[in-house]
């Protein structure tokens, strides 16, 4: 049977409490159902569930917790739309998108898989957002594979620098040899995963590349490996009770369709001992290109523009990118260059300059469509800003921001108040001033917010600020921590007040 895709875009505070009490009943025609949460953001997560045609076991499949190892995310791609015919899949191809768009281990407070511990001290953030829905996940599966990429190859006694016991590529890690569930019961890890890597290595003919158990031995005082104590694997062993491993491919293995072969042939091996049985995915490793890019023109029809085309617009016009046409269908970001964040897809942006659309797959750029304004494209920025303040009737003024509220786009006109829930996240995107051609040089401050990073310019923009926890009181109106000014700022002079009140 040819599966069926229903797909749903939720906010992720409200869906957390879905998850809690279970999800919706899938149609019996239905056997996957598509997530989206933090839409829009640069950690836009998407979840599969892959619903067998029988029913049986639940594995969860993690990749890209850790955005420089593609061999993880790119091989949990090719199950989010399998078919199965006994068992089920949660896919979460794509943990860490922030990450991967940089190609990098940490995201924007770290890396994500230490943020799996039980320190509420943390101050929130769009990561722990992502690890909680991970949580609520992990509760629903009966084994957690995360998939990795490790340095060197691991060696259980040390033979050279790139094989020894540190060392974790082409390894399959577990946290103890055996746990004891708390009211009885035992989970043998050391038994499975030595089980598995027997029967993978059969399979593998390079005798370099064949898998080894990797006891990390967490739980114990003595364990080298302390920091895997804050892991999604030990938050999966030690508080969910199942078992739980990660698969690591090495870092020296240059070839992205071996590593993606590797994996796919443990994962296969675990669905088989949890008795899941699937069609086995392909390897698909085509490099990205981008086909067309659709974009809207003030909220008109959509123009369908090639790859590597130009659309000519009038400085001032909002563009809002509404659609990717790829060779993938996943993983796929557009950035307009000077505005927003690297994932600039479905948002309203007007543009007072030429500028580029690129788009990415993963952190690979595989397309662009440039942005012109005709005879005006050859002027200095400085002398098109001389030009907009000379034609201007008027003082410049900020007359409304755009601001996201728990993935809801809502806007507040100069002078006004939105409410918001405490603990709310918010992320401020833009700015509408009486003159389009300057929106993208105004500075928003949200007074009480300090952004994660060593230099505070005085711009918060397309920055998660999180209501009542992480602000100062002392800026709020007459200290309450009630309302909090938004300033807008251009050229440091202040254009316009706009105010957040958070809920009582």
Same mark, same amino acid.
């Given at each position: ?12 505070? &409200? ?54 190892? &593609? ?55 769009? %990561? ?62 050391? %038994? ?15 005798? =370099? ?120 269908? =996943? ?24 500028? =580029? ?50 993935? %809801? ?96």
């Amino acid at each position: 049977m040819k599966n069926r895709i229903i797909s749903f875009v939720r906010s992720a505070a &409200p869906i957390l409490a879905l998850l809690v009490v279970g999800w919706l009943p899938c149609p019996a025609s239905a056997q996957i159902l598509h997530e989206v949460f933090l839409a829009n953001t640069e950690h836009e997560l998407h979840v599969y569930r892959v619903l067998g045609e029988e029913p049986g076991k639940t594995m969860m499949l993690i990749g890209g917790i850790q955005g420089d190892e &593609p061999g993880g995310y790119l091989t949990a791609d090719l199950y989010a739309d399998i078919t199965l015919k006994k068992g089920n899949l949660i896919v979460v191809p794509r943990a860490n998108l922030y990450s991967i768009l940089l190609n990098s281990r940490n995201g924007l407070t770290g890396d994500m898989n230490r943020k799996f511990g039980s320190d509420e001290t943390a101050s929130a953030n769009m %990561e722990q957002e992502v690890v909680a829905i991970l949580k609520h996940l992990i509760a629903e599966s009966d084994c957690l594979l995360n998939l990795h990429e490790g340095s060197g190859f691991y060696s259980p006694i040390w033979l050279n620098e790139q094989e020894n016991p540190m060392r974790f590529g082409q390894s399959i890690i577990y946290d103890t040899e055996s746990y004891e569930v708390p009211g009885g019961g035992k989970i043998q890890l050391g %038994e499975l995963a030595t089980k598995v890597a027997e029967r993978v290595n059969r399979l593998i003919p390079e005798e =370099r590349y064949h898998f080894r158990p990797n006891n990390h031995d967490s739980l114990s005082p003595k364990s080298p490996h302390k920091e895997q104590r804050k892991s999604a694997t030990f938050y999966a062993l030690t508080q969910q009770h199942i078992p739980a491993f990660g698969v690591e491919t090495s870092k020296s293995i240059r070839d992205l369709e071996t590593k993606i072969r590797l994996h796919k042939v443990v994962i296969n091996s675990f669905m088989e001992e949890l008795s899941i049985i699937l069609d086995a995915p392909g390897v698909h490793v085509e490099k990205p290109r981008l086909q067309y890019l659709l974009i809207k023109v003030n909220g008109g029809a959509p123009f369908a523009l090639p790859d590597r085309q130009k659309l000519t617009i009038n400085p001032g016009d909002e563009i809002a990118i509404t659609d990717i046409i790829a060779n993938y269908e =996943r993983g796929l970001v557009a950035d307009v260059l000077g505005v927003g964040t690297r994932n600039d897809a479905h948002l309203g942006f007007r543009v007072s300059e030429p500028t =580029r659309v690129v788009v990415r797959k993963d952190a690979e750029e595989c397309g662009w469509v440039d942005i012109d304004f005709g005879s005006e494209k050859e002027k200095p920025k400085k002398e098109l800003q001389r030009k907009a303040e000379a034609s201007r009737p008027e003082p410049l003024r900020a007359q409304a921001i755009v601001v996201n509220v728990g993935d %809801e786009q809502k806007t507040i006109k100069e002078g006004q108040a939105i409410t918001v829930a405490r603990g709310a996240r918010i992320i401020l995107q833009g700015v509408r001033t009486n003159d389009a051609r300057l929106d993208n040089e105004v500075a928003l401050n949200f007074k009480g917010y300090t952004p994660p990073r060593a230099v505070n310019s005085g711009n918060d923009l397309n920055y998660p600020i999180y209501m009542g926890k992480d602000l100062l009181k002392r800026y709020s109106e007459k200290g309450k921590g009630r309302r909090y000014p938004v300033e807008a700022t251009y050229q440091e002079e202040l254009i316009g007040t706009f105010w957040i009140e958070i809920a009582s």
